[in-house]
């Protein structure tokens, strides 16, 4: 047995119900009745908890996985300075303008390059997690970690 009830609804409300039922194609009753058994219901609150935990959880790998390649890059970029630092000697005095205008040089086509890499969506590490998969399927063991 059914109770009938009478209510209003602002226009703008009215107009959504009456756009969303035409669309489903279902009675604007059965939506009235689906969402306030919805709203109603005792688990509701329960289920939109377990949503946003579930997006939280995903939001926080996300950020667990930024981190984690950031401290990569940061320690990456530090190897190579403190190599670069201590393999490379200082210039004499004489070769210093020549020396700086080979590097702005050198400078530009990278960051050229690295310009036309970001364009095309293409990184580094995806090219070296192409050639170790490569690797791992000639199989090869895969390299092990050094400790530097």
């Known amino acids: 047995m059914r109770i009938k009830h009478t ?3 602002p226009p703008e409300l009215g107009s959504k119900l009456a756009d969303y039922a035409t669309r489903k194609g279902v009675p604007q009753a059965l939506v009235v009745e689906t969402a306030l ?3 109603l219901s005792p688990d509701g609150a329960d289920r939109l ?3 946003l935990a579930r997006r939280l959880d ?7 996985r930024l981190e984690r390649h ?4 940061s320690e990456a970029l530090a190897l190579f300075v403190r190599f670069w630092l201590t ?7 004489a070769a210093q303008s020549a020396a700086q205008a080979k590097g702005k040089e050198r400078y530009d ?4 390059a690295l310009g036309r890499r970001v364009a095309k969506g293409r990184t580094l590490a995806d ?7 490569a690797t791992a399927w000639e199989g090869e063991p895969e390299p092990r970690q050094q400790q530097l």
């Open 7 to 9: 209510f209003r609804l």
């Open 109 to 112: 086509g990278f960051v050229e």
């Open 49 to 51: 908890e377990a949503a």
């Open 37 to 39: 058994a919805s709203y």
């Open 70 to 73: 950031g401290r990569i890059s």
């Open 87 to 93: 393999s490379t000697p200082p210039l004499p005095d």
């Open 58 to 64: 995903r939001m926080t790998r996300q950020l667990e």
């Open 127 to 133: 090219e070296v997690s192409r050639d170790v998969q």
